[in-house]
C-alpha cells in the first residue's frame, strides 16, 4: 500500500472552491484532489452540505452545481470516524475539524477561518492559507 499525504479542507475553503472556480481555494481544492488523501468526518460533511445549502450562495453557483460539488467531494474524501473531541479553537465550532486533523493523521489543515489561522497549528500540524497549501510540501 502505498503511503498518502492527508489532507483537512475546512468549510469555508470547500464553500469558497466551489463557488469561485479558478479561485486560490479552488486550486488549493484541486491541488489537495490530486495529490493528498482528504479527509472529512461525517460532522464536517454535515456542515458543509448545510452550508452548501444556504440561499446566499444562489447568486453565485446553481443549487444543482453546489450538490454536484458536494457528491464530487463525498465521493472522493475518506470518511474518518473521530473518536475524541477536541476544545482548542476559540470558536467551538471549529473543534472538528481540529478532531478530525487529530485523527486521521492529516499533514495539514488548509483553513481561511480566522478562528483555526490564529493557532497556526495544533499538534504541530500546520494550519495554513489556501494560498500558502499552494506551495506546501509535508516534512518527511
Known sequence: MNFAERVV???????SAAIRVG???HQA??????????CASAETLHELNEV?????FNRYLARS?????????ES????????ESVKASRDPRDDKFLALVAACGASVLVSSDKDL??????KSIPIIKAADFLVFEPER
Do not use: H, Q, W
Open 23 to 25: 479561485s486560490i481555494p
Open 76 to 83: 472522493y474524501a475518506v470518511l474518518v470516524e473521530v473518536r
Open 52 to 56: 452548501l445549502l444556504r440561499p446566499k
Open 117 to 122: 489561522l490564529v493557532l497556526k497549528s495544533f
Open 29 to 38: 481544492f484541486l491541488k489537495a484532489m490530486g495529490s493528498y488523501e482528504v
Open 65 to 73: 452545481e453546489r450538490d454536484t460539488f458536494l457528491e464530487l467531494y
Open 9 to 15: 479542507l475546512d468549510t469555508s475553503t470547500l464553500v
